[in-house]
């Protein structure tokens, strides 16, 4: 058959579900799908840029750890595959309580990358193509399909929108400016003007990246050396412990001194942060070595950590010095630090200027309000952080896939996870910046801790359809151990032995005037299930995790109680929801701002509503008088 120039090719199959970009949040969204046994097809303008981390060399950190374990507990993939290509590993913030415990891993970037490709190319249900879609296409409100740069048509049932940090991707440093995505990659140009064509407000932020020196051209005799754990945790609950427990590499500690600030407020009309070339807003909690300089003159010095890009590389990471300046005074930058005095640059350090959407336009399932069938995650969203567009990419391909079962979709709340805190105030909040995960957003954060993250969310991951069954009846399983234990424990009397003076003594413990029991004795600051294992002659052989939240449930017992009694009140607030048709204009006693603030943002219950900015108390008093 002969075709015409001007034909247009139809994959007349159709997909269930089309997942546009295939970074961190795409690939979550894909595997879900296609796992839930939804026809999948993930769209990437490289293939080689499958999960590939353009910035930083590692997954987790503070709070970002508690995203991916939560990912995990969802039946996620991002934490079985830094288990797998990790080379070092740190628990961070062992020193204060375990609310703000964050795993994090230093990965092989190469190999991750390969890792999660290999994962996509053997899944079942999931096709990958290497093409730009440039149009989203709709009938009556509703996804129908989507067009690609070469004109072909692919008609799908609905749509997840990924698209990180490529539309309109500009990448920048001094009078050099590129049209190219992050790592020189190929940026999407068309795909916005589609996207405004059907009325999604869009925003244009900034976000930076450092440059890489050669391992060989740095002295690390003059930097401190940093060493991974020497009991490695896993991110995956499902990761024997004993498989990671691996020769780790080493990350290094320097210092910028006055020498390179003189450098950097020598050259600050060379910036184009400062010179108005960039047009994006960056982000506020990771800024670039320039912003620290100027926004806090009083300090001396700026930590800088040197770290492995990976194990077949000699790349070395500059963390925490994202820059936008020229060359010449990067070199000179960078030059100034102690260890770096001779650094030959491999990459040179950039900003990438970026296309994303006010997020307040989607539901807290993030499918768009106004489009039936596109869902959207990642930095796309707003935010920044590959464990932020993970935890939203997992969400969205769980509730695209629910949407096209007739099922209500899954939101986790403010109270059962970070990923609920992180879309709730995406959803909710303006961003005026890229929005970045911290424990101080939680406000329920010593009931949402990494280690329970299992706990909490696999249930749910199991009735989303991710979760074996398997799995799930071990978790059940850990549940009845550790509520068994706990009941032991509180039941089991100590005495005023020798053997307990003793032990009480080498740990600076006040000794015991009568007896009392185990649970009272691991509530003391200096004292721990673990340590009072030798008084404790009927302890059974248990699991460490389970040893673990029994030690964590006792010791902060009333902590964990108060807590729980402020989640019950958060309830009743998310439990009032507001119908969808409400017109605020007819509540006469609501103030204009509050008016315009729940129009747009159309919140669902009481309870997201009275987290809008611009609505006060008496504005929720008001709606819950009306809604009566």
């Not at 269930?16 to 961190?24: E, L, P, S």
């Not at 001094?174 to 068309?190: D, F, K, R």
């Not at 991110?235 to 004993?242: A, D, L, R």
Request: hydrophobic share 35%.
């Amino acid at each position: 058959m002969k075709y015409s120039a001007n034909s247009v090719w139809e994959n007349k199959d159709g997909y269930d579900i089309v997942v546009v970009g295939a970074g961190h949040a795409g690939c979550e969204a894909a595997l879900a799908a296609a796992r839930l046994g939804f026809h999948t097809v993930i769209f990437t303008v490289s293939v080689d840029s499958i999960a590939l981390m353009p910035c930083n060399p590692n997954i987790g950190g503070s709070s970002k750890g508690h995203l991916v374990r939560e990912v995990d507990a969802l039946g996620g993939e991002m934490g079985k595959v830094i288990d797998r290509t990790f080379i070092q590993s740190k628990m961070l913030n062992k020193s204060k309580g375990p609310a703000v415990h964050s795993l994090r891993a230093q990965a092989d970037k190469a190999e991750y990358s390969r890792t999660m490709r290999q994962v996509l190319e053997d899944q079942n249900n999931l096709d990958i193509r290497q093409m730009e879609v440039t149009d989203i296409l709709t009938e009556d409100g509703k996804v129908t399909g989507v067009q690609t740069y070469s004109g072909a048509i692919y008609p799908c049932r609905a749509v997840v929108l990924c698209a990180g940090t490529y539309l309109k991707a500009r990448c920048i440093y001094g009078e050099v400016s590129a049209e190219t995505g992050p790592n020189g990659l190929q940026s999407a140009i068309h795909l916005t003007e589609s996207l405004k064509s059907l009325g999604i407000k869009m925003y244009r932020f900034k976000t930076g990246t450092p440059a890489r020196i050669d391992k060989k051209s740095i002295d690390f005799t003059k930097m401190e050396e940093q060493k991974g754990d020497e009991h490695v945790v896993p991110f995956s609950f499902t990761t024997n412990p004993e498989e990671v427990q691996i020769d780790q590499a080493s990350c290094w500690l320097t210092y910028t001194n006055e020498t390179t600030h003189d450098i950097i407020r020598a050259n600050l009309e060379r910036s184009p942060l400062f010179s108005g070339a960039i047009e994006g807003t960056g982000p506020r909690y990771c800024p670039s070595i320039e912003d620290k300089v100027v926004k806090f003159p009083d300090k001396n010095r700026h930590q800088v950590f040197i770290e492995p890009e990976g194990l077949s590389t000699n790349e070395m990471y500059v963390g925490g010095m994202s820059s936008s300046l020229p060359e010449d005074v990067q070199y000179a930058m960078y030059r100034s630090v102690p260890g770096l005095e001779n650094a030959k640059i491999v990459r040179n350090a950039y900003a990438i200027e970026y296309d994303c959407i006010d997020a307040r336009q989607l539901k807290s399932t993030l499918e768009f309000k106004n489009i039936e069938g596109l869902f959207s995650g990642g930095q796309f969203n707003g935010s920044s952080g590959y464990e932020e567009a993970a935890a939203q990419g997992l969400i969205a391909g769980i509730n695209a896939v629910r949407k096209l079962q007739g099922k209500e979709g899954i939101v986790i709340d403010r109270s059962q996870g970070y990923i609920g805190v992180l879309i709730d105030d995406l959803v909710t909040k303006e961003s005026r910046e890229p929005y970045r995960m911290m424990t101080s957003r939680a406000e329920y954060r010593l009931l949402l801790r990494q280690d329970n993250a299992d706990l909490r969310l696999t249930k749910i991951g199991y009735e989303a359809g991710l979760i074996s069954e398997d799995r799930y009846q071990k978790l059940l399983g850990k549940e009845n151990m550790i509520e068994e234990e706990i009941k032991r424990v509180q039941h089991t009397n100590i005495g005023t032995s020798e053997k307990v003076r003793s032990l009480l003594k080498s740990y600076g413990s006040t000794p015991l005037n009568s007896g009392t029991t185990l649970a009272e004795l691991i509530r003391r600051p200096e004292l721990s299930y673990e340590k009072l294992e030798e008084i404790d002659e009927d302890r059974p052989k248990l699991p460490f995790d389970v040893r673990e939240q029994v030690d964590i449930n006792i010791k902060y017992d009333g902590y964990i109680k108060r807590q729980m009694r402020q989640v019950e009140q958060f309830k009743k607030l998310e439990n009032k929801k507001i119908p969808e048709n409400i017109n605020y204009d007819e509540i006469q006693s609501l103030r204009l701002e509050a008016k315009q603030k729940l129009n747009q943002v159309r919140p669902s219950s009481i309870g997201q509503a009275s987290r809008i900015s611009g609505v006060s108390p008496a504005d929720v008093s008001v709606l819950l008088v009306y809604l009566k």
